[in-house]
């Protein structure tokens, strides 16, 4: 690694002196802040996304770099503690100047970043699924929104799995509070009664799930078909679906969708017994595209591991770096708010098949896939939308179906249509 | 009183020059004096660092001068965080509210705006109601009268429960671990009204303050630090100091002896045991408006622990030891993580020091352990004339006993 | 299989129809020919639209439809994108081999580029195999048979019934018979043609728990909402509700609102936007904008308004209250013979009773299981903290170890049964090694300084979790149970048990036995007790202290690697496992008392009984039942500071 980077620095200084002209306003080398934790709890997902944006920098100056400039990736580890994140981003932004950071899993910690990169105006890409209630200038959410991944998800199950009662089952923190919220909002306004929605909360690492796998098979006893949301996060997981299994509820009895559980988690467990429950994600390692190919291929090369798996929140990072590259290079600098101008509208094919575009909520429009788990840990793709644009601002929550994210002809990440204010402009941590 | 005191603890002059000349330093270095040799991150991390150093003078009279080994002192440090953080959440979304309602047609209402600071608040976790807890949220200064009240009542009714009961030693470790593991699951369910897992966020931003850079306010809030840790320390040498000091020196090392010549050994533990909680609330509160957010994570048993490896690595049984030591291990920490330490190349091995960070810190725990029980502190020992700590004579342990050769010597 | 399959549908036909050969031929073009007309609704199928396709299948009466049916529905039907003709395909290298839909001749192969496999979803595949119903009740094979009663015990419809009666005469196999009479009874309860024959079904079902019985029950029982002047004639009526009790006054008066037979009540963001729509130059209805800055002023605007007739006149708590009174409030069955509900209700009552019963059964068996656990994971530090008053802080890790030892040797020995024979012992020799390494180097110098045991375990805990995700990653690894172990113990319906915990339950009662023997009646029992109690008379005795002290020590982390090995199996292996179990164990010792085996198993007792009971109380917030756990012990402590089993002497003593 660090003797490619060497190596390349050399060919940068060559292109530097080639392209002089239009590398006036920037200065080399172009700086990538990588904010992803490497130890701690988080760990176990960020990792990955870490190698992610070390890959896609890597093939960047591999094909010439960036406005002839080498670009140079400055890593960082926020040990999956929230106020290190801020500490990690403030040194990132004001000793290290990156020009662009990537970084983050959970919601706590954007939010603990979100004020520092308000304050000193960065740029910051947030590439997993989240709940949404938030457009904030200075990030962009490669993930899905909730209307990208848990409404659909729900439509599916009403519509295709005839679900009449559902039970939410979330890791309680901010996303599957906030999800669930939503959801229970939204099944109202499709007919569900109040009665017919189980929520149930559990700790991180939860492992203990017979009561509460019971309690889900109890609520079939007034014939309605049952179906779980799950939001359970990380490890949990995997104690609740050998609970599932070791109960024998098969997919057709009680279909479970999962907003969380992706290859990587489901490689830490024997899915023979899971196979038929599904997932909502917009990308899947089993998407069949070229560049779906060619990108398994190359994390498989750059990893030395041909056993890794590729998920959604990798698939952000890699259309949010590339649009961002592309935008730089619209842009012909790394400055911050020529940069955002430039990503309204920018395009990129994704993965799946089909063209990811940027919105001027700063949320991005890419479709909507539903996969069942396989026998071998992957996911078959069943279902697949068009391309849905995030909505920062659910339309399902009452206090936040008035608001609107324009941030380029409204100028403001939190506009109230009902009375055409701008309710404010730094974001609500 | 002070002659004597100041001649008793000479370490509290050395230490208050010490802390003198570096905040200054610190500060004509800063951006905020225009100079920038020093950044405003790392003005925050050493701002942070102070906190620390102040919580752990306080653990180390609990712990190295009273002999109770507290596994929860970082349940009040994180409370006292909570409760001015819930000041400064109530009072910056005020202010955003009553601007934004002010601009509608119709002048808002005291209760509308109440309901929309709920929404804005705690929208992130999907309600909008004020739950009780917040009830003193909108007045600055009751909400700092419950930073020194929240965490002095825990700690008076956890430490009168458990000393009544003569829960000591190990089993009051655990107890007390027990109890920030309950504290902190309580505030990780939303129904807490603390907003669960997310907690308060946005502590960095003054409200009111809005034009004030982070570098000016970085610099106050570390000259804070240093004149709470300042004060925390002449506050503690003279608790340990005198008559008082005797005593709990005595508990630690006898307290059924000191119980027998008729002190009334519960309420010097209590009296310990609070006054601590309440410093580390304070130093919570300093601590948490310069890292930004606080959250149930911060009060996890495992933060405790650290607490209390601070004070082992700095030294037990004096007070700058325990200050220099959290000083060291955090800094250090921060150092390692930050990526910035060269990799190690073995040949067939890279050593990435933010892999391998936690392993050297956790054999060096052993080490010191083992190899320097007095610490870092033990170093000053070696220039200074002062008489060392004497050592405590134990028994000798089951592994050794009867089969000594020798009366009262280790064996060979 | 499938080939078999086939083989056995093909020789039924060729028995029914002397010209099969002939006729399938021509039937295979049929059938091609009704999948090409519906070409896109079979390769992209939806639940709701699917019916069309399997109506013009059925109603073709063509032999290879069920084959087809089932194929489809396990995903072995593909689509040839050069021509868009259906076939059944499978996959050999990079090509699939081909065989026709109706014959099941081999029909050449192709690439794998231009097949596209069909997938069925969840709902589509249910409503493909109720349609299946019919063809399968009566099958010779009983995985199709069963496959039918699942498919009617999923969906339960009237016109399955007949069909069902008819085929319990042929019926060979015993379980089967009896769960197509359980079906019968079920669908007759439903969608019996007389009253009678209804409420004999209903009462043969009151013996029953089955969560599928109380779903019949229970939608016979299906109420809706009422509210009118006065209670309806004829009306089988569930019963009245009072506002303010059953329901609160807002409930009801928005179910007013919704019938039409009251005005709706203006919410305050109502009437403030009536305001802000009818200001008028600086003033709302005579109010000055500036008032309207209290409840007081807008109510006065609003009146103003109100009077003037801009707005509707504001619905009053007495506009509420007096709308409340003058109208009842019901529930009504849906089902309108009210002789049929009643025997429902009374059925449904007994199987409820019963059904209470055997929840406390089965949430006892729950909490039985979460003590097994947690005395498991404290078993080993019962014998290192409890009998030699080391704490180490470490007994997590040597958990994890345990587990990943486990799975270490699953990836060597492919065999889960027998990988499993091997992890136990090997977890127990390497923790045993860690154990007896760890208290050699460091535990045995600080004897004298317990308070710093803690410390330096807790390094060695953190140093260890490291060093498992240095050399096996972040990510959880995957520690299968053998088959044998899978899937659960099931008494009834609502009682069920999953096997892994069963095991874990025995091991956990094997290890109770194994180390009160140890303790009781073995020579090193009695030194250990004796090193315990008084190290420097039992060295004047001969004994070595040093050599119990590691031994004893080696023993506690050796149990804690099979309890890691155990724990991995039911629940995952990652670095961290063991920080989720050291204080809770911890616990578990300290509750239970300290020092003696009982009071540890009494300990995980208490601790999952009280954790499950609380769960029950509050189902819906599990950190609520650990909070309030804890809470408890802290409590429980003040009370009884040695715990329950408490000792008294020495060992009893610091």
Known sequence: MIKTLKLSGVAAAALIAAGAANAQDVECPIKVGVLHSLSGTMAISETTLKDTMLMLIEKQNADGGLLGCELEAVVKDPASDWPLFAEKA???????????????????????????????????????????????????????????????????????????????????????????????????????????????????????????????????????QVGVISTINGDANIGFYKELAAQGISADDIPVVAFSVGEEELSGLDTSNLVGHLAAWNYFMTAESEANDEFIAAWHEFIGDEARVTNDPMEAHYIGFNMWVNAVEAAGTTDVDAVREAMWGQEFPNLTGGTAVMGVNHHLSKPVLIGEIRADGMFDIISSTEPVPGDAWTDYLPESAPLKSDWKELECGMYNTETSTCVQLKSNY | MTRTFLTQNRSVFWFLLALGIFALIVTVLSEAAGNGMISTSFVKTLGKTLCLMLVAVAMDVVWGYTGILSLGHMAFFGLGGYMIGMWLMYARTEIIVTESLLAAAIPPTPQEIHDSIGTQIFGVVGSSE?????????????????????????????????????????????????????????????????????????????????DVPQATLSIAFFWASAVALGLGYVLFAWVTSGKFGSVIRGIRDNESRVRFLGYHVEGYKLFVFTLTGIVAGIAGALYYPQAGIINPNEIAPIASIYLAVWVAIGGRGRLYGAALGAAFVSLLSSWFTSGAVPSVPLGFYTIQWTDWWLVLLGVSFVAVTLLAPKGIGGLFDLVTTRHPVPERIGDFGPDKGARRTVEGEEEK | MLRALFLALALILGLCLPASRAVAQDAGQDLQAILQTHAEEVASPGRRSVGTVIDALTASGLPGVPLFLERWADRSVYQRSGDGL?????????????????????????????????????????????????????????????????????????????????????????????????????????YGDTQEARIAAIEALSDAIAVDVRAVLNQILTTRPGVAAELPEGANIARTLTPGDDLTEAEAYAQLVEAGLAPAAQ???????????????????????????????RDRAYAALADAGTVPARVTEDDVETALASHVFYEEYTESDSAITDAAREALDEIETRVA????????????????????????????????????????????????????VQQIIPDYTLSLIVALPLAFAVTFGAGVAMERLVIRWLYHRPLETLLATFGISIALQQLAKNIFGTQARPLTSPSWLDGAWVINDVVSIANIRIAIFVLALIFLGLILFVLNKTRLGLEVRAVTQNPGMAASMGINPDKINMLTFGLGSGIAGIAGVAIGLYAKVTSEMGADYIVQSFMTVVVGGVGNVWGTLAGAGLIGILQKGIEFFNPSNTLAAQTYMILFIILFIQFRPKGIVALKGRAAGD
């Open chain 1, 90 to 224: 403030r040194e990132l932004i004001s000793n290290d100047e990156v020009d662009v950071t990537f970084g983050s899993w959970t919601s706590a910690s954007r939010k603990a970043v979100l004020p520092v990169l308000e304050e000193l105006n960065a740029l910051y890409f947030y590439p997993v699924q989240y709940e949404g209630e938030e457009s904030s200038k200075n990030v962009f959410y490669t993930g899905a929104a909730p209307n990208q991944q848990a409404i659909p998800a729900t439509d599916y199950f009403l519509d295709e799995l005839g679900v009449e009662k559902f039970a939410l089952l979330g890791t309680d923190y901010v996303y599957p509070r906030t999800t669930n919220n939503i959801l229970e909002s939204y099944l109202k306004s499709k007919g569900i009664a109040e009665e017919d929605i189980f929520v149930n909360y559990t700790p991180f690492g939860h492992s203990d799930w017979s009561t509460i796998v019971s309690d889900v098979v109890a609520l079939g006893e007034d014939g309605k």
């Open chain 2, 130 to 210: 004020f739950p009780a807890v917040w009830i003193f949220a909108h007045s600055f200064w009751l909400q700092i009268a419950m930073v020194v009240l929240v965490p002095g009542l825990l700690a008076l009714v956890f430490g009168w429960l458990a000393f009544r009961s003569r829960v000591t030693g190990v089993y009051l470790s655990i107890l007390t671990q027990a109890m920030t593991l309950a504290l902190s699951l309580y505030l990780f369910q939303n129904e807490s009204g603390l907003r669960g897992n997310n907690g308060l966020s946005g502590l960095q931003n003054l409200p009111g303050l809005d």
């Open chain 3, 86 to 190: 259906f076939y059944y395909a499978e996959k050999q290298g990079n090509e699939y081999a081909l065989s026709d839909i109706a014959t099941g001749e081999a029909a050449g192969t192709a690439p794998a580029s231009e097949m596209t496999e069909i997938r069925p979803n969840g709902g589509v595949r249910r409503v493909i195999g109720t349609a299946l119903v019919q063809f399968q009740l009566s099958d010779p094979d009983i995985a199709r048979r069963t496959a039918a009663l699942d498919a009617i015990s999923r969906s339960p419809e009237a016109d399955q019934l007949e069909p069902l009666r008819n085929s319990i005469e042929g019926e060979t196999d015993a379980g089967l018979l009896a769960r197509k009479e359980r079906l019968v009874g079920m669908l007759a309860a439903r």
């Open chain 3, 267 to 297: 919410t305050p963001a109502q009437i403030k936007a009536a305001l802000t729509d009818n200001i008028d130059g600086g003033s709302v209805g005579g109010v000055p904008i500036g008032q309207l800055a209290t409840e007081a002023g």
């Open chain 3, 357 to 408: 019963l055997n929840q406390a059964l089965d949430l006892g068996l729950d909490a039985l299981s979460l003590a097994s656990i947690y005395f498991l994971a404290a078993i080993g530090l019962a014998i290192t903290f409890g009998v030699m008053g080391v704490i180490n802080m470490a007994h997590g890790e040597f958990i994890m170890m345990g587990a990943y030892t486990g799975y270490v």
